[in-house]
């Protein structure tokens, strides 16, 4: 079984046993072989098996939210695949020579900007307990 949801068409179900996910992404690589060189490999199966993303692939995201304008370090190479991984991912569009995010990218955006500020809290060292001042 596969879905057929736009960017994720031929996308094999992770709960589909016989889902041939290497080679799904295997493709996909090849298609960002040209765009960002053979690293790309090597940062697909980091990403499938973190599910994770790093501070700068943030700012790329939320740059591309929030200006037209070209990305000011698109040419480095990591800058690069995040913009080719984000293309593939359905996050990110082409638009006037530079990119815009997708409905599906703004609701990315959307839900990091409804994250909650972290609590900062003094503990006794001895027993645990939060200390109220």
Not at 17 to 30: H, I, N, V, Y
Not at 53 to 63: A, F, G, K, N, V
Request: some cysteine.
């Amino acid at each position: 079984m596969t879905y057929s949801l736009g960017p994720w068409d031929g996308v094999p179900d992770p709960e589909d046993p016989d889902a041939t996910w290497a080679a799904f992404m295997a493709e996909r690589a090849e298609t960002f072989r040209g765009l960002v060189g053979e690293r790309v490999d090597d940062w697909l199966e980091t990403k499938r098996k973190e599910k994770k993303m790093t501070p700068s692939e943030i700012e790329i995201l939320i740059h591309c939210h929030v200006t037209p304008a070209v990305h000011p370090r698109f040419d480095a190479p990591a800058v690069k695949e995040s913009f080719a991984s984000f293309v593939d991912l359905g996050l990110i569009e082409p638009f006037a020579g530079s990119y815009k995010t997708t409905p599906r990218g703004e609701a990315f955006v959307n839900t990091l900007c409804q994250m909650p500020m972290p609590v900062q809290a003094w503990v006794h060292p001895l027993t645990g307990k939060i200390i109220d001042w």
